[in-house]
């Protein structure tokens, strides 16, 4: 039976060991190119995950090395990168239709989130692993809490809106978890989160309304 588990085992073996041969090369790839090389461990962590989470490797992997380079390249915090993709792409001789499609496969695989600033350029944040977005989701779980409990015990009305206003206040203004000028756009993404971390509250309410009504 031992036997039967064998070249399962090698194959696997044989798959991280080519995968990280796979990236060895992305990193030497990208270094003959002008990069940010403060940008090049994250570049190369993004690869591996997409591989791992893909489990198919792509015909020319050393575009999705590129496009993997572009996504770390443009977290909120690289405000304002007003860079053209014209403009990064002929740094690597990649047309344009290539960086969109190997983005759009990354961060589809890894749920990133995009937004786009006031000029229309875009921003990407790993909803998993971000400090700065996990803290967001943090202050909201325990606000929303807070505000459920006002409303159970003193019947304070609660306010979705307002209630992620003060929370993105706190949060940019004070804690400087984005930067200032993405205000609307963490908006968005924080009033998300509120509704549904308050789907709890709908029941509550309910309950309430059974109780003690």
Sequence with gaps: MLELYIPQYEEINTKDRITIDLIRD??????????NTVYLLDTISLVYKYLRNNGKIPHNLFKFFIAA??????????????ETKKEFCQKFGLPISSLDYCVE????????????????????????????????????RSRVEKAMMKFLVWHQPINSQILTE????????????????????????????VEKEFLDYNEYVSLQKKVFI
């Excluded at 992305?26 to 990069?35: A, K, N, S, T, V």
């Excluded at 496969?105 to 998993?128: A, G, V, W």
């Excluded at 003060?166 to 004070?174: G, K, P, Y």
């Design 166 to 193: 003060e929370l993105i206040n706190e949060a940019i203004f004070r804690q400087k978890a984005f930067p200032d000028e993405l205000f609307r756009q963490l908006f968005e993404i924080a009033f998300e989160y």
């Design 26 to 35: 992305g990193q030497e790839f990208l270094q003959q190119f002008d990069i």
């Design 69 to 82: 380079y572009y996504i770390i390249s443009r977290h909120p915090f690289a405000f304002p990168e007003h």
């Design 105 to 140: 496969k990354i961060t589809n695989s890894l749920n990133y989130i995009k937004i786009l600033d006031d000029m229309n350029y875009p921003y990407f944040i790993d909803p998993q692993r971000d400090i700065s977005l996990n803290f967001i989701k943090n202050l909201i």
